[in-house]
């Protein structure tokens, strides 16, 4: 666009704007001149720099001091409305009524002189007195003039002052508008959000934490990625949290309970907000941590008996005491388990309790050489069902702590050879598709893995809104049946003993 092509000083403005947050064309002051100040002439009223105003008597594009020696408050680039005077001038600069192309190329005169300019404008540029417009277009419009190489690009970081005159709104409505958008009038919001994207204006989060003290970041620290599960709760907790502008810092601690508190210090230090938790029972450091710091918390996938501590989850021991019911009831009596390892895992540790107590209160037993511990991965699970297996009595029934387990199980009967579930049913706990699309499917607990996610997230923001809230929930369970339990395979039965007698041999 060459300066003839500017006649309003909108177009001058959303020029500024390109220069500023679209691909910059220079550096400093000069690329202001050469892209609107030659056309103030055209304009009918003054443009107003707003970049220099962040910083009265500066350039707000190269930071240099106002080369005319304005006073504070104008721009010697953009307010070409005012008269100027300049060395050479003559009478025209001393009555201060110079015509407004003379007064433009002294402006442009004056980026010359400014050191972070090309080398075409501090070379060869005329000396102060009434320019050739012509000529001056046809230098503005050059491609030598329009970008300096990629070294020297910067780019200024938008402000919510840049959003709220973009958006002709005032900075504590683009305030609310990130921080409560529910409180701002709709055709507004949409406003205050064009502008952000055309800034493309993303909000200072550690100025924003200073001044609201809050930096709208919820910690999820959860056992493993390993372990799809977790990631379907954790997705029903970003979505419900971004809903009330808050985003998730997901960590992990592979079960060890020393290394989740020294991942919530860290998180604290970032300035987390809030956290949620896995599981019920952790380090008493953690605890005192949170306390000390006034950080609200809340524990999912568990239910405390004596509600000590926010909640929200289901009764892990209640779902493996049905399951073992449900086995118990279709006639097995011989049980394996395979389970996660018990340290830093409370879940497992409570669904192995409820099937024990199960088969307790029917009479039976769970022989220790029938309990295999495996971490959560197929290929552990099926070498912990092969040591099942080879057992001289091997189970009839396998109940899994999990679905992972549960299908390495499966595995293990079809590489040997064993139906299920004709000579062997096989259970496992979270209804997952990887059971459910097994051949057969697998019998399951369904638990709330997405309400669980939903539910905590509800809980802290409604506690860091200072809001009344639910503190322990128990959410319901339910058994899945399906093909891969059955009764017991049949003993063989006893060959029948003959009351014939043997007939004498004659003598």
Not at 24 to 51: D, I, K, Q, Y
Not at 197 to 220: F, T
Request: glycine fraction near 8%.
């Amino acid at each position: 666009m060459t300066a003839t092509e500017i006649d309003s000083p909108s177009t001058c403005f959303q020029l500024i704007f390109a220069l500023r947050y679209g691909p910059r064309s220079s550096a400093c002051a000069w690329a202001l001149v050469s892209r609107c100040g030659a056309a103030a002439a055209n304009m009918p009223t003054e443009a107003a720099c707003f970049s220099a105003r962040r910083r009265p008597g500066w350039c707000g594009i190269c930071g240099m001091r106002s080369l005319m020696g304005l006073s504070p408050g104008s721009c010697a680039l953009a307010k070409t409305g005012r008269a100027r005077a300049s060395p050479g001038a003559g009478k025209a600069a001393a009555s201060g009524r110079r015509d407004r192309p003379a007064r433009v190329f002294d402006y442009m005169h004056s980026a010359g002189r400014c050191p972070a300019a090309p080398a075409p404008w501090r070379q060869g540029f005329p000396s102060p007195g009434r320019p050739n417009m012509q000529s001056i277009a046809k230098r503005i419009s050059s491609p030598v003039m329009d970008a300096p190489p990629p070294a020297t690009r910067t780019r200024t970081r938008t402000a919510a002052r840049d959003v709220a005159l973009l958006a002709g709104v005032s900075t504590a409505t683009v305030s609310r508008a990130l921080n409560n958008p529910e409180h701002v009038d709709p055709a507004t919001l949409e406003r205050v959000r064009d502008a952000m994207a055309k800034l493309r204006y993303v909000p200072h989060g550690v100025a924003r934490s200073l001044r609201s003290q809050r930096s709208r970041m919820v910690g999820a620290i959860v056992p493993s990625f390993d372990y799809a599960l977790y990631a379907r709760t954790t997705s029903a907790l970003q979505q419900t949290l971004s809903q009330h502008g808050y985003a998730v810092v997901l960590a992990e601690h592979h079960y060890d309970l020393a290394q989740e508190l020294q991942v919530a210090r860290h998180l604290i230090e970032h300035g987390v907000d809030a956290f949620v938790f896995v599981g019920v029972e952790h380090d008493p450091r953690l605890f005192a941590l949170l306390e000390d710091y006034g950080r609200p918390f809340v524990l999912t996938w568990g239910v405390d008996p004596e509600r000590r501590r926010p909640c929200i989850g289901f009764d892990n021991r209640a779902a493996g005491h049905q399951m073992a019911r449900h086995l118990i009831a279709l006639g097995h009596r011989r049980f394996g388990m395979i389970s996660a390892p018990l340290d830093g895992n409370d879940r497992g540790r409570e669904r192995g309790a409820g099937i024990r107590a199960a088969l307790a209160e029917a009479g039976l037993a769970l022989h220790e050489s029938h309990v295999q511990y495996a971490p959560i991965a197929l290929a552990s699970a099926q070498e912990a069902m092969e040591r099942l297996l080879a057992l001289p009595q091997r189970p009839t029934a396998v109940l899994a702590t999990n679905d992972v387990l549960a299908v390495g199980a499966m595995m293990a009967c079809r590489a040997a050879g064993v139906r299920i579930p004709q000579d062997v049913s096989i259970t496992g706990v979270d209804n997952t598709d990887l059971g459910a699309t097994q051949t057969p499917g697998l019998t399951s607990v369904r638990t709330p893995i997405v309400e669980i996610g939903r539910a905590a997230a509800e809980q802290l923001v409604a506690r860091l809104d200072g809001r009344e809230y639910v503190a322990n929930q128990t959410l319901p369970f339910d058994l899945v049946f399906r093909g891969s339990t059955a009764p017991p395979p049949q003993a063989p039965a006893a060959p029948a003993r003959s009351t014939a007698r043997a007939p004498r041999a004659k003598a």
